[in-house]
């Protein structure tokens, strides 16, 4: 059995510049000085280090599978050594995200979000890794089933008989901690009454039907259920293989082409809409937003990121693209229409959502004030 290879990308929010707003230099770097050298000592074979917004990203191949302790640690440790840098320099929010204090193996359920996959490698391994600011896990929803489900994006559904036997979505119930995999197209209907909730129901994993390859992950965690108080969204990552029986690298980013709207943006608490850019431009300004996402595009062979002769991951910054011009100037329009509807539904978001934030404390002390209406 050939050695298998696992994509990790796991982030945190340790503290921004200006806000919640940007990852400063000095952070990226602790970032890639921890994970070059867990690269010389042989634990990760690559690694990217970039940021979404106010989130420093570790990007890391290797072959140690999923959810190791000594990847977890690397990364644990680097946002550790990262959040103390923000607080040496008084950065905002310094530190914000690692919610648990002892390590204990893995970071999921300590405040970082985690998307990682582990494949067998085919021939040659397309792979596209998406990162979003200001929005949560069921940001992914619309997207994915676009990619996976929906044959209006994806020719390949129709056309590649290898993809006619469609693909299989594990949906994960954020309140109740369940787990549900439906296949499509069978299925698509109700796959779509459950992940057209997103704040609930979070599309986890996705396999290609007739062999269960692995071809969809993306991180589920939610920040306040863990914390018991609002600490933010969850600014999600999720991990997409394409190609040669896959959706077409052209068709995963079709779903981009447009805005959609996002749970999230100015204190978790709004409506926006989802604008994809480039790695220069992932920073989170009005209204801090709108919400944004960059994309990396690469291959994986032999167990590492295809590097240059330098030994520098060949990544392709796939949102620096004028193709993604009208979605960055509809989340523009949008923006600014729905900032026009201040704090009323639909923009802020419904009470239900509400009660993750901090308008509870604010509406508690009205709460003696009301007396009986005559009916
Ligand atoms: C959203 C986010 C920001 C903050 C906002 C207020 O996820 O992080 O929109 O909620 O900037 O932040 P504080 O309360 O820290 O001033
Ligand atoms: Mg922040
Ligand atoms: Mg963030």
């Given at each position: 059995m050939?050695?298998?290879?696992?994509?990790?990308?796991i982030?945190?929010?340790v503290g921004?510049l200006?806000?919640?707003?940007?990852?400063?230099?000095?952070?990226?770097?602790i970032?890639?000085?921890?994970?070059?050298?867990a690269?010389?000592?042989g634990?990760?074979n690559s690694?990217y280090?970039?940021n979404a917004g106010?989130?420093?990203?570790?990007?890391?191949v290797?072959?140690?599978?999923?959810?190791n302790?000594?990847?977890?640690?690397?990364?644990?440790?680097t946002?550790?050594e990262?959040?103390?840098?923000?607080?040496?320099?008084?950065?905002?929010?310094?530190?914000q995200d690692?919610l648990?204090?002892?390590?204990?193996?893995?970071?999921?359920?300590?405040?970082p979000?985690?998307?990682?996959?582990?494949?067998?490698e085919?021939?040659s391994?397309p792979?596209?890794?998406f990162?979003?600011?200001?929005?949560?896990?069921?940001?992914?929803?619309?997207?994915m089933?676009?990619?996976?489900?929906?044959p209006?994006?994806?020719?390949?559904?129709?056309?590649?008989p290898?993809?006619i036997?469609?693909?299989?979505?594990e949906?994960l119930?954020?309140?109740?901690?369940?787990?549900?995999?439906?296949?499509?197209p069978?299925?698509?209907?109700?796959l779509?009454?459950?992940?057209?909730t997103?704040?609930r129901?979070?599309?986890?994993?996705?396999?290609?039907?007739?062999?269960?390859?692995?071809c969809?992950?993306?991180?589920?965690?939610?920040?306040?259920?863990?914390?018991?108080?609002?600490?933010?969204?969850?600014d999600?990552?999720?991990?997409?293989?394409?190609?040669?029986g896959l959706p077409?690298l052209?068709?995963?980013?079709?779903?981009?082409?447009?805005t959609f709207f996002?749970e999230?943006?100015?204190?978790?608490?709004?409506?926006?809409?989802?604008?994809?850019v480039?790695?220069?431009?992932s920073?989170?300004?009005?209204f801090?937003?709108?919400?944004r996402?960059?994309?990396?595009?690469?291959?994986?062979?032999?167990?590492?990121?295809?590097?240059?002769?330098?030994?520098?991951p060949l990544?392709s910054?796939l949102?620096?693209?004028p193709?993604?011009?009208?979605?960055?100037r509809?989340?523009?329009?949008?923006?600014?229409?729905?900032?026009?509807?201040?704090?009323?539904?639909p923009?802020?978001?419904s009470?239900?959502a509400m009660?993750?934030?901090t308008?509870?404390k604010v509406?508690e002390?009205l709460?003696?004030?009301?007396?009986k209406?005559?009916s």
């Amino acid at each position: 059995m050939p050695e298998k290879t696992t994509i990790s990308i796991i982030k945190c929010d340790v503290g921004s510049l200006a806000g919640h707003h940007i990852v400063p230099k000095p952070l990226i770097d602790i970032g890639k000085k921890q994970l070059k050298e867990a690269q010389k000592g042989g634990l990760i074979n690559s690694y990217y280090v970039f940021n979404a917004g106010d989130d420093l990203e570790l990007l890391m191949v290797h072959q140690k599978g999923e959810t190791n302790p000594e990847i977890h640690k690397l990364a644990w440790n680097t946002f550790q050594e990262a959040a103390n840098k923000a607080k040496a320099l008084k950065l905002y929010g310094a530190g914000q995200d690692l919610l648990g204090t002892a390590f204990s193996g893995n970071v999921r359920g300590m405040g970082p979000g985690v998307a990682e996959m582990e494949i067998e490698e085919r021939g040659s391994d397309p792979i596209a890794v998406f990162a979003a600011d200001k929005t949560e896990p069921g940001a992914f929803n619309f997207p994915m089933f676009k990619i996976f489900g929906d044959p209006s994006n994806t020719a390949g559904l129709v056309i590649d008989p290898s993809m006619i036997g469609g693909f299989k979505f594990e949906v994960l119930d954020v309140m109740e901690n369940k787990k549900v995999i439906m296949k499509c197209p069978e299925e698509m209907y109700e796959l779509i009454a459950l992940i057209g909730t997103p704040e609930r129901y979070v599309v986890s994993h996705v396999w290609r039907a007739r062999d269960n390859l692995i071809c969809g992950s993306t991180s589920t965690t939610r920040l306040s259920l863990i914390a018991g108080k609002y600490v933010g969204k969850d600014d999600p990552v999720s991990i997409v293989r394409s190609q040669h029986g896959l959706p077409a690298l052209g068709e995963v980013l079709a779903p981009y082409m447009h805005t959609f709207f996002v749970e999230g943006w100015m204190r978790g608490s709004h409506w926006g809409p989802l604008m994809p850019v480039s790695l220069k431009d992932s920073r989170c300004t009005v209204f801090d937003g709108p919400p944004r996402i960059v994309a990396l595009g690469f291959q994986v062979g032999n167990g590492m990121i295809a590097s240059d002769d330098n030994g520098e991951p060949l990544i392709s910054d796939l949102f620096e693209d004028p193709a993604f011009g009208l979605a960055r100037r509809e989340a523009i329009e949008c923006a600014a229409l729905i900032r026009g509807m201040g704090e009323f539904e639909p923009a802020r978001l419904s009470s239900h959502a509400m009660e993750y934030t901090t308008l509870p404390k604010v509406l508690e002390k009205l709460k003696k004030r009301f007396v009986k209406a005559d009916s």
